[in-house]
């Protein structure tokens, strides 16, 4: 058995929401502090694309590892061990003398993140009352946008005072007050036995392969545009690095309703694949607003944010499908790893590929035509999804 709270207990889905958002400020960090380690380092945007890019290489590589070895070694346990690493990275990453070191030190951030994917969903699906998955699941969708919102909060308000160094402290010392709590909230639990011959290839069903594949999409394009976002606002629209985190920190806050709204209508009836066709149409049309010279600023902010709404939806559809997906509840971390992993694929390609073309042409519109089109193979897979059951066979 390995469901924490089976009578259901916001308060533990909230402290492993809490768990995930501590893991995700890494995510956060990294974006909010690029310009600055940029300047230190003399790297280009071809080296900030691969530090991006360690934590998805992992999960891309070893993701379904993982989500297996959760549900050997218990969720708990994972979780706490995923904390530590995250936390031990980040300090490390403080005292990196170059940028060799950072990346070393980003590797052990990344092992740590992906036992954090792999643990904390099925600890918000199991903590949830059964007559409440989706909004559970939609809840724990919002642990992205917080952990990056947060770090962003944190580096308008102290970046210029510790520096990027100081930042990569503070976000080691997060992870460490969400274990504690972890620890104090949420029981030990023998871990399940691992699964039987045969039964991950039963798991592949074709939804389960539409789910993963567009949230490869919505992850790649998400990606570029919170890993990317600080520093287009420094180049594009020329502020400074502590107004550009503020403007992006206040843009990704329009994550959390959708994602939450995600899961209220999931609950209600409504179709996974008309939101996921709806809110990749509105991803991929969007971000041309944000770099169009012609129009005001105020009309290219709200490009921005028009985005970050947008986005808030389709992690809500896909965490929202594990509960149903699953055919016993030790198959939420498997499913958990598995979706990571092909959203880790698609982190990998999407800002390699804007860091590559950037550097070859100069122009951020790299950016906007990278998620154009991802936007429009993310459509395609939600038109495909359909309603709950249709495509589950």
């Known amino acids: 058995m390995d469901d924490p709270a089976r009578g259901g207990s916001w308060p533990a889905a909230l402290i492993a929401t809490a768990g ?57 346990r994972a979780a706490s061990a995923g904390l530590l690493l995250v936390a031990a990275g980040s300090l490390a990453g403080a005292f990196a003398p170059g940028p060799g070191t950072l990346l070393a030190s980003r590797l052990a951030e990344a092992f740590g993140f992906v036992l954090c ?20 699941m939609g809840l724990w969708a919002t642990w992205m ?70 949230f490869a999409a919505f992850s790649s394009s998400s990606l570029i545009y919170l890993g990317f976002l600080p520093t287009i606002l420094v180049d594009v629209i020329e502020l400074t690095p502590p107004l550009a985190n503020l403007t992006a920190f206040l843009a ?43 129009l005001p600023l105020p009309l290219r902010l709200a490009g921005m944010v028009l985005f970050a709404a947008a986005a808030g939806v389709p992690p809500a559809v896909v965490w929202s499908a594990i509960p149903r997906l699953g055919r016993q509840p030790g198959d939420a971390p498997i499913l958990s790893g598995l979706f990571y992993q092909c959203a880790a694929i698609g982190q990998i390609v999407g800002p390699i590929a804007t860091g590559l073309i950037h550097d070859a042409q100069g122009s951020w519109w790299s950016a906007v035509w990278c998620i154009a089109a991802l936007s429009l193979i993310g459509m395609a897979l939600g038109a495909a999804v359909g309603r709950p059951g249709k495509a589950a066979a």
């Not at 690029?34 to 080296?47: K, W």
């Open 20 to 76: 995930g958002a501590a893991a995700a400020m890494q995510i956060g960090k990294a974006a909010s502090t690029l310009p600055l380690i940029r300047a230190e380092f003399g790297a280009d945007v071809g080296f900030l694309s691969l530090y991006l890019s360690v934590i998805s290489v992992v999960a891309a590589v070893a993701g379904l590892a993982f989500g297996l070895a959760t549900r050997r070694i218990g969720l708990r």
């Open 117 to 136: 994917t792999s643990a904390f969903p099925a600890l918000v699906r199991s903590a949830a009352p059964p007559h409440q998955q989706s909004l559970a």
């Open 145 to 214: 946008p917080v952990g990056v919102a947060l770090s962003m909060a944190l580096s308008f308000l102290l970046l210029d005072a510790i520096g990027w160094r100081g930042m990569f402290v503070l976000s080691a010392i997060v992870p460490v007050l969400a274990l504690a709590a972890l620890r104090a909230t949420v029981p030990a639990v023998a871990a399940p036995r691992g699964p039987a011959p045969g039964r991950l290839s039963g798991l592949l069903r074709r939804e389960v392969i539409l789910m993963a594949a567009s």
């Open 252 to 294: 990704v806050l329009f994550l959390l309703p959708t994602n939450l709204l995600g899961g209220r209508l999931l609950d209600r009836g409504a179709s996974p694949g008309l939101l996921l066709v709806v809110s990749f149409a509105v991803m991929g049309l969007s971000p041309v607003a944000l770099l169009s010279e012609a």
